[in-house]
């Protein structure tokens, strides 16, 4: 199994401000997926991030909003700008390992609060 | 968007088996149905997937219909650690492919 360390776990942030989310993997990966899970809700893919390109982004999605960075095969960060108490949610990260059940792997969130 | 729909909640004896039924009548031939749950606050875990042939493993059984236009994810022994939100997903079987989720099931497994 992948193991997928992100943080911070939790943080409550004053609306204007922005926050980093961290997510690092023990091996090296292709492709590193976010999403957005807001309270009572299903996941909903934020964006895909490949090393060495710009991420693309899903329908509803901007970069401005959600800038994201993938400086190698084992890192990458999300950035929630300009926040608003809409964007309290919790945000995940995931990879699909290449192996015969390709099952993804997800990180254990970041619950963010925006205030 | 999800391509497939399943109902919205259900309950569960504990120690029975839970069935967990899905439909994704649009599925194509490369695509496989994915089962993953997601226990409160968790990130989701997989538990099974298949392409036609029905699977089993530690964790579940799955059962494809023929046409594969639906399916049903098995917990033969369902505990109160199996409380979760369940989804099924399909998807290609390619590590560039995330996972779209749909609104699941939400499994409630009684004492």
């Known amino acids: 199994s992948a193991v997928i360390s992100q943080k911070p776990s939790r943080d409550i942030c004053q609306r204007g401000t922005s926050l980093t989310i961290q997510c690092q993997v023990d091996?090296?990966?292709?492709?590193m997926f976010w999403y957005r899970q807001q309270p009572g809700q299903s996941l909903t893919l934020i964006a895909t991030?490949?090393?060495?390109?710009?991420?693309?982004?899903e329908s509803g999605f901007v970069i401005d909003k959600f800038p994201i960075s993938r400086p190698n095969l084992t890192f990458s960060t999300l950035t929630v700008s300009n926040m608003s108490p809409e964007d309290s949610s919790i945000y995940l990260c995931?990879?699909?390992?290449?192996?015969?059940?390709?099952?993804?792997?997800f990180g254990q969130g970041t619950r963010l609060t925006v205030v | 968007d999800a391509k497939t729909t399943q109902p919205t909640s259900m309950d569960c004896a504990e120690g029975r088996a839970a069935n967990l039924p899905c439909n994704h009548s649009?599925?194509?031939?490369?695509?496989?149905v994915y089962w993953y749950r997601q226990i409160h606050s968790q990130g989701p875990q997989y538990i099974i997937h298949?392409?036609?042939n029905n699977e089993t493993n530690e964790m579940a059984s799955l059962i494809i219909t023929e046409d594969r236009k639906s399916s049903t994810l098995i917990l033969p022994h369902a505990t109160l650690r199996d409380t979760a939100v369940y989804y099924c997903?399909?998807?290609?079987?390619?590590?560039?492919?995330?996972?779209?989720f749909g609104k699941g099931t939400r499994l409630s497994v009684i004492a």
């Open positions: 997903i399909v998807r290609g079987h390619s590590g560039n492919t995330p996972l779209v």
């Open positions: 995931s990879v699909v390992r290449q192996n015969m059940n390709t099952e993804a792997f």
């Open positions: 298949g392409l036609k």
């Open positions: 091996s090296q990966v292709t492709m």
């Open positions: 649009t599925i194509s031939g490369n695509e496989y």
């Open positions: 991030a490949n090393q060495g390109s710009e991420a693309t982004y």
